[in-house]
C-alpha cells in the first residue's frame, strides 16, 4: 500500500525560531500534497496544496510567509513554519496523491507532527 | 457555502451497534469518505461512497444517498478500540476533501 511518512513525529521549539517539516511519499510518486493542521479537539483544516514544482496554493487566512511550502520532488514536500510562536502549536499532517494514477480521491496521510513552540 | 455536519459525540456500549450520521453540502460532489482517528494520530481510511447505497466493510458499513446529501457509517460489534473520533469527508468538484468536524464515539464496557 501507499505510504508516506513525516519527520520529525514531534517538535519543541523556542519562540521565535523556524521549524521545517518533511513529508515524504515512501512508494509511489506524489504530484498533489497537502498540508493540514488541527488544534486539540477541532477538525482538520487545510493550510494549502502543492504541485511538484510548482508554488503552492494557500487556504484563505494562511499566511504563505509564514508557512513556507517547496514540493521539490515528486516524493518529498517541507512546511517550513517561520518564526514560530506559541499559537503555532498543532498537529500538522501531510497527505499525498498520485494525480497521474488517475484517482484524483485517494489521498495517503502521513502520520502527522506535533509542534509545541514555547 | 461548502458545510458538512455531524454530531460531535456519541456514546454506545460495547458490542452494539452504533450509526453515526453525516450530511453535506458542496459545490460539486466526487464522493463521501469516513476515516477513523484516534488522538495524537493522523486519520486512518475506513470507506469510501461515490454511489448511493451500502458498501459493507467487515464489522463497518458506510451508506450514502447523493440525493438528500446524506451519509451514515455503521460500527457494528462494538470494542473498545472502537473508542475513536470519526470523521466525515466530502470530495467537491476540485477533488478537495471538506472535513466534518469529527464525531467523538466513546464506548462503555
Known amino acids: 500500500g501507499a505510504v508516506v511518512s513525516q519527520h520529525p513525529s514531534w517538535v519543541i521549539c523556542k519562540s521565535g525560531t523556524s521549524v521545517k517539516i518533511e513529508c515524504r511519499s515512501l512508494d509511489f510518486q506524489a504530484t498533489t500534497m497537502f498540508w493540514y493542521r488541527q488544534f486539540p479537539k477541532q477538525s482538520l483544516m487545510l493550510m494549502a496544496t502543492?504541485?511538484?514544482?510548482?508554488?503552492?496554493?494557500?487556504e484563505q487566512g494562511v499566511e504563505k510567509d509564514k508557512f513556507l511550502i517547496n514540493h521539490a520532488s515528486l516524493t518529498l514536500s517541507t512546511l517550513t513554519v517561520t518564526s514560530a510562536h506559541p499559537e503555532d502549536s498543532s498537529f500538522y499532517i501531510c497527505?499525498?496523491?498520485?494525480?497521474?494514477?488517475?484517482?484524483?480521491?485517494?489521498?495517503?496521510f502521513g502520520p502527522g507532527t506535533r509542534l509545541t513552540v514555547l | 457555502g461548502q458545510n458538512i455536519d455531524q454530531p460531535t459525540e456519541m456514546t454506545a456500549t460495547e458490542g452494539a451497534i452504533v450509526q453515526i450520521n453525516c450530511t453535506y453540502q458542496t459545490s460539486g460532489f466526487n464522493g463521501l469518505f469516513w476515516y477513523q482517528q484516534h488522538a495524537g494520530e493522523a486519520p486512518t481510511f475506513l470507506s469510501y461512497n461515490v454511489l448511493d447505497g451500502l458498501e459493507e466493510k467487515g464489522r463497518f458499513s458506510s451508506f450514502l444517498s447523493r440525493s438528500k446529501g446524506y451519509s451514515y457509517l455503521l460500527l457494528k460489534e462494538l470494542q473498545m478500540k472502537d473508542s475513536a473520533s470519526y470523521l466525515c469527508a466530502a470530495s467537491d468538484s476540485n477533488y478537495q476533501l471538506i472535513w466534518g468536524a469529527g464525531t467523538k464515539l466513546i464506548i462503555k464496557p
Open positions: 497527505s499525498a496523491r498520485n494525480d497521474l494514477a488517475g484517482d484524483y480521491n485517494e489521498q495517503f
Open positions: 502543492s504541485n511538484e514544482g510548482s508554488k503552492a496554493t494557500y
